[in-house]
């Protein structure tokens, strides 16, 4: 079971209704199928009866809200990608956007617990585990009675994650893992965690640590003004004894990790949209109620110009990210594809959230809107998942050839 855990009434609810309907300028819902469709309605459907009325408070209290997973489970937004005969979805790729755009247009910590178990926990189990580790696994992850965290990045590799220093020694029938691993989502209640970490040869391999191996802890971080209702810590490994049958056995190299973010990348760029769609839409409404000079502040032209950027960047991004989805859909999404549209979706949303905390002037800055809570959380997810300047160089080293990282 989880190390720490709270529950629904340590939550206050709201009494305020969300009323999120979503702006579709350029009736993209047409290239949705109804299957699409369905899903995003039952997804909004629950986040709006589940997370809408706690997340505030969760926020506030920087209290990650235990008691959704089951739920998110049953939703299927654990691993929605994967395939059903391991308890999966079997949906496309644009469906798991999709449920990630509904996640995140409430709050961006909460897609982020379910990008880490769908796509940095579920995936590499999938794709590079034994078929034995599939069954032991997967079926869990995918209900929430097992969750999951991703250790890639450390205190003094970040961008850089090649230079990593934990290690393991192969012992005959065990491995001995030291080493530590720093901002890691859902470290302080995960069950397991996929940990990369260099073998004696310099190889970087994957290998699933289980809560309760003796050495192994998972010290929470405090203090973050961002993701405050996402779980965040360290994963501390002191001689820890690891059975070898936890060794991912499909990958070896930096591949092995960069194949997973290349699906979190992707959950990100849908994830984004449904925050700059949460921030627009009460901007919109804001400035259509809000009185000065005698008149609705929506009637003066510096609120319209502001307005009709955030519409146009919300409208590419979404062109963007149904394209790539088709492009995973066909397995023709290149990396580079993937960091364009993570890099611009996460930027036009961080944009759109800073203008529209100006346009509620100083209500902006209150719990009484999602704004402010959007825009801090958006200043980890242009951080995370290699950062905007990484996915430039990126996306600079796929058009020159040339590479200008080091
Ligand atoms: P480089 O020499 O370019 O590549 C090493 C090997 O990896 C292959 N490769 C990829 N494979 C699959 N997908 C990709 N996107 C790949 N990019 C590279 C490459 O072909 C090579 O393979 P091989 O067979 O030749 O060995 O590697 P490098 O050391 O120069 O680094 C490249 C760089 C800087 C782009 C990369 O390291 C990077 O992306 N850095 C950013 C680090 C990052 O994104 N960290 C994310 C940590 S996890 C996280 O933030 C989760 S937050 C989750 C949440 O809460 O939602
Ligand atoms: P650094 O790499 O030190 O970068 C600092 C600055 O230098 C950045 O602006 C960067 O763009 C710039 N820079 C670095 N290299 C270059 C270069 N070659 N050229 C130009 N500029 C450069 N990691 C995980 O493994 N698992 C997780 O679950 C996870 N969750 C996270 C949750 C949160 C809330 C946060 C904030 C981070 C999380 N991370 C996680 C870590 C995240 O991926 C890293 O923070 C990110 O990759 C950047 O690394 P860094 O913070 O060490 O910054």
Redesign the pocket.
Known sequence: MSSATNSEKDFHQTSKADLFTHPDFYQIDDLLSEEHKLIRDTVRDWVKKNISPIIEDAAQQAKFPHHLLRGLGEIGAFGPQLPLEYGCGGLDYISYGIIMQELERCD??I???A??QG??VMYPIFKFGSEEQKRKYLPKLATGELMGC?G??EPDH??????MTTNFKDLGDHLLLNGAKM????APFANIAVVWAKNEQGKIRGVIVERGMEGFTTPETHNKWS?RA?A?GELVFDNVKVPKKNLLPGVE???G??????S??Y??SWGAIGAAMDCYNSALQYTKERHQFGRPIAGFQLQQKKLAEMITEITKAQLLAWRLGNLMNAGKAT?AQ??MCKRNNVDIALKIAREARQMHGGMGITGEYPIMRHMMNLE??I?????HD??L??LG?EITGE?A??
Do not use: D
Not at 158 to 163: E, K, L, R, V, W
Not at 183 to 186: G, H, L
Not at 257 to 262: F, G, K, Q, V, Y
Not at 383 to 387: A, D, F, I, P
């Open positions: 961006s910590g897609r982020s617990t990008s880490v796509s940095l991703f890639l990045t970040g961008s850089n994650p090649a230079g901002w890691i989502s859902n993701l996402s965040t190299g930096l591949k990790p960069l194949t997973c973010l290349n979190a990348r959950g990100i990396p993937i960091s980890s997810v951080t995370y998942e290699g950062t990484i996915h160089l990126i080293m590479n990282f080091q």
